[in-house]
């Protein structure tokens, strides 16, 4: 069922132009062309994919990176506050940037902010969170901008890119681990592991320029220059669309403000000291397991979908009660417990971020789905935003009450 916005509202309608009629065949139900299907949805996977990853990189190193010298609620201030003003105030502007122009600046800003923190990182925290600052601002603007463009094309080109973004998890944590853990052989510094994962971004580039194929009713085939239908719309209409996408953009809030005051507030509390792993090791450990749980959800929408979004957001809420509490009170005799909670809490967090934007990819009317896709992305950066702040504060008073010896001395 597609929500036709000019139903909601009398305002939203206005006189038909010739890109409206462009327009009236909807990308997500015409016949696709196989061979330029399957190209998308790799294009899509790939660019969700190195957009998340160095996200996921320093999300992992994040213990490694402050080494002490901050709380680690400051690194995801650092990694959410850009996008989060990016997808709030930008999305209502970035369809007068092209994509390419876009693809190009996530690019360049991602490759510069691993030179930052793998060349001067170590040495001040100061260019440390900036260089991950530089970073956020690219992977906030890249997640608005192609899940606008996923408008264009197949809807499972929205299942491709929250597969591509889950799996970013995957790989980037593992990587992240396969450098730096004695058990792969290779055992590199966290400044020289950032340093030889600086040129992954580049990927993306190919994936836009020679593997995505322009849309059918692209004005310039050769440039990838799209129609946008955003660029009709008024401030006032583009406001009355958030009418029919709050549900998910409120179940979004909830669930990524639950799954990070987790990642972040509790998870550096539950460290184990009687363990052979290093502290900065089960770190890394519950993140490869959660990122797990990420990328496992966010590709199962083709087999299971839902548009109910609020009950994951509720069990997210529950995970982080039973973790704080277990944490304050150490119910967890062993450390193969929290790491189950782990996984769970990351297939909560991807399985309601897939449903959630797919079901918006279904249900709201093609004319304001390039809008409603950036748009509602701000939602997840809000809970993510807020869980920041809150984790700075948890973080303390959970390691004080257990003692850790080490995320304790920051007061």
Same mark, same amino acid.
């Given at each position: 069922? *597609?929500?036709? &916005?000019?139903d909601?509202d =009398?305002?939203?309608?206005?006189?038909? &132009?010739?890109?409206?009629?462009? /327009?009236?065949?909807?990308?997500?139900?015409q016949?696709?062309d196989?061979?330029?299907?399957?190209?998308?949805?790799?294009?899509?996977?790939?660019?969700?994919?190195?957009?998340?990853?160095?996200?996921?990189?320093?999300?992992?190193?994040?213990?490694?990176?402050?080494?002490?010298?901050a709380?680690?609620?400051?690194?995801?201030?650092?990694?959410? /506050?850009?996008?989060?003003?990016?997808?709030?105030?930008?999305?209502? %502007? /970035?369809?007068?940037?092209?994509y390419?122009?876009? @693809?190009?600046?996530?690019? &360049?800003?991602?490759?510069?902010?691993?030179l *930052?923190?793998?060349?001067?990182?170590?040495?001040?925290?100061?260019?440390?969170? !900036?260089?991950?600052?530089?970073?956020? %601002?690219?992977?906030?603007?890249g997640? =608005?901008?192609?899940?606008?463009?996923s408008?264009?094309?197949d809807?499972?080109?929205?299942?491709?890119?929250?597969?591509?973004?889950g %799996?970013?998890?995957?790989?980037?944590?593992?990587?992240?681990?396969?450098?730096?853990?004695?058990?792969?052989?290779?055992?590199?510094?966290?400044?020289?592991t950032l340093f030889? @994962?600086?040129?992954?971004?580049?990927?993306?580039?190919?994936?836009?320029l020679?593997?995505? &194929?322009?849309?059918?009713?692209?004005?310039?085939?050769?440039?990838?220059v799209?129609?946008?239908?955003?660029?009709?719309? $008024?401030? @006032?209409?583009?406001?009355? *669309?958030? +009418?029919?996408?709050?549900?998910?953009?409120?179940?979004?809030?909830?669930?990524?403000?639950?799954? #990070?005051?987790?990642?972040?507030?509790?998870? =550096?509390?539950?460290?184990?000291?009687?363990?052979?792993i290093?502290?900065d090791?089960?770190?890394?450990?519950? +993140?490869?397991? #959660?990122q797990?749980?990420?990328?496992?959800?966010?590709?199962?929408?083709?087999?299971?979908? $839902?548009?109910?979004?609020?009950?994951?957001?509720?069990? +997210?809420?529950v995970?982080?009660v039973?973790?704080?509490?277990?944490?304050?009170?150490?119910? !967890?005799?062993?450390?193969?417990?929290?790491?189950?909670?782990?996984?769970?809490?990351?297939? @909560?967090?991807?399985? $309601? #971020?897939?449903?959630?934007?797919?079901?918006?990819?279904?249900?709201?009317?093609?004319?304001?789905?390039?809008?409603a896709?950036s748009? $509602?992305?701000?939602?997840?950066?809000?809970?993510i935003?807020?869980?920041?702040?809150?984790?700075?504060?948890?973080?303390?008073?959970?390691?004080?009450?257990?003692?850790?010896?080490?995320?304790?001395?920051?007061?």
């Open positions: 069922m *597609i929500i036709n &916005t000019e909601l =009398p305002a939203l309608r206005r006189e038909e &132009t010739a890109d409206d009629r462009d /327009l009236e065949l909807d990308p997500y139900d016949p696709p196989l061979h330029s299907k399957y190209r998308n949805l790799v294009a899509f996977f790939l660019l969700g994919l190195i957009n998340n990853y160095g996200y996921v990189v320093f999300g992992s190193a994040a213990t490694a990176i402050l080494d002490g010298r709380p680690v609620g400051v690194l995801l201030l650092c990694e959410i /506050l850009p996008g989060f003003l990016i997808s709030g105030v930008g999305s209502w %502007f /970035l369809h007068y940037i092209p390419v122009i876009r @693809m190009w600046l996530v690019v &360049t800003l991602s490759v510069v902010s691993f *930052i923190v793998a060349i001067w990182g170590s040495g001040s925290v100061f260019l440390a969170l !900036f260089g991950i600052v530089v970073g956020a %601002f690219a992977s906030g603007l997640e =608005p901008s192609f899940l606008a463009l408008s264009f094309y809807k499972n080109t929205v299942s491709a890119w929250s597969s591509g973004t %799996f970013a998890g995957v790989f980037g944590s593992f990587t992240y681990l396969f450098y730096t853990y004695p058990l792969f052989g290779i055992q590199l510094s966290n400044s020289n030889c @994962m600086a040129p992954t971004p580049l990927i993306m580039a190919v994936a836009y020679l593997i995505l &194929t322009p849309p059918k009713d692209n004005v310039n085939q050769r440039h990838k799209f129609v946008s239908p955003t660029k009709h719309l $008024t401030f @006032m209409q583009k406001f009355k *669309i958030l +009418q029919p996408l709050f549900i998910y953009m409120a179940s979004l809030t909830i669930v990524y403000f639950a799954e #990070y005051a987790i990642n972040d507030g509790v998870q =550096p509390a539950l460290i184990y000291t009687n363990i052979s290093s502290s090791e089960q770190y890394t450990w519950y +993140q490869f397991l #959660y797990t749980g990420v990328f496992l959800s966010r590709s199962s929408v083709n087999i299971f979908h $839902t548009e109910r979004v609020w009950i994951f957001a509720l069990i +997210q809420c995970n982080l039973i973790l704080f509490l277990a944490t304050w009170y150490w119910w !967890f005799p062993v450390i193969y417990i929290p790491a189950s909670f782990m996984f769970f809490e990351g297939f @909560m967090g991807g399985f $309601t #971020y897939v449903n959630a934007f797919y079901a918006i990819s279904e249900r709201i009317d093609p004319r304001y789905r390039e809008f896709m748009i $509602t992305v701000f939602a997840d950066n809000l809970g935003a807020v869980s920041a702040v809150v984790s700075i504060f948890l973080q303390q008073v959970l390691c004080k009450r257990i003692g850790n010896p080490k995320y304790c001395q920051i007061s």
